[in-house]
């Protein structure tokens, strides 16, 4: 949610029977504005940004950098993704059917940049290799990707062939 969505946070936790007291992590895959914004609500919540850990006032340290995932609890974990920052981080869940679902922020803009590899590039990429390398393992763990900036998409066979295929053929 952007820094201008506050309403529709609050609203639809409200939606819930919930208020953003209840939330226990608030995770931001990256700490561009756009992400971050309204993280400001959740005062009682640890904050996951990118690879920084914090709670209030104190800060943790977690080896991100060197591929550790966090985890929540069994159905949710956190792994380091970088790419389009350096820093990224993208959040896996485990629906009550076994589904999992990756939260990627920017890693994936949209279904879109799949077949052009030019709209996540033009959207800024750290490192375009690492990026391709980690687009195409998230597609191996997950049946659904929520991009960062459009719908949700089912993750199939040929959308795994094609982001392989972009990181053998360096193809961007």
């Given at each position: 949610?952007?820094?201008?969505?506050?309403?529709?946070?609050?609203?639809?936790?409200?939606k819930h029977g919930l208020?953003?007291?209840?939330?226990?992590?608030v995770i931001s895959t990256h700490g561009h504005s756009d992400h971050i914004g309204n993280n400001n609500l959740f005062l009682k919540a640890k904050h996951i940004v990118g690879f920084s850990i914090s709670f209030q006032d104190n800060y943790y340290i977690h080896p991100f950098d060197e591929g550790k995932e966090f985890i929540i609890d069994e159905h949710v974990k956190v792994l380091p993704t970088p790419?389009?920052?350096?820093?990224?981080?993208?959040?896996?869940?485990?629906?009550?059917?076994?589904?999992?679902?990756?939260?990627?922020?920017?890693?994936?803009?949209?279904?879109?940049?799949?077949?052009?590899?030019?709209?996540?590039?033009?959207?800024?990429?750290?490192?375009?290799?690492?990026?391709?390398?980690?687009?195409?393992?998230?597609?191996?763990?997950?049946e659904w990707i929520i991009p960062g900036h459009g719908p949700k998409f089912k993750v199939t066979d040929?959308?795994?062939?094609?982001?392989?295929e972009q990181i053998e053929k360096q193809i961007f």
């Open positions: 949610m952007t820094p201008w969505d506050a309403n529709k946070i609050i609203s639809a936790l409200t208020t953003a007291e209840n939330i226990d992590y790419g389009h920052t350096l820093s990224d981080v993208s959040v896996l869940v485990t629906n009550p059917e076994n589904v999992v679902i990756a939260v990627t922020g920017d890693l994936f803009e949209k279904f879109e940049d799949i077949a052009d590899p030019s709209l996540w590039i033009q959207a800024g990429s750290e490192d375009q290799l690492k990026q391709r390398r980690n687009r195409s393992q998230i597609s191996e763990l997950a040929e959308i795994r062939k094609i982001l392989r």
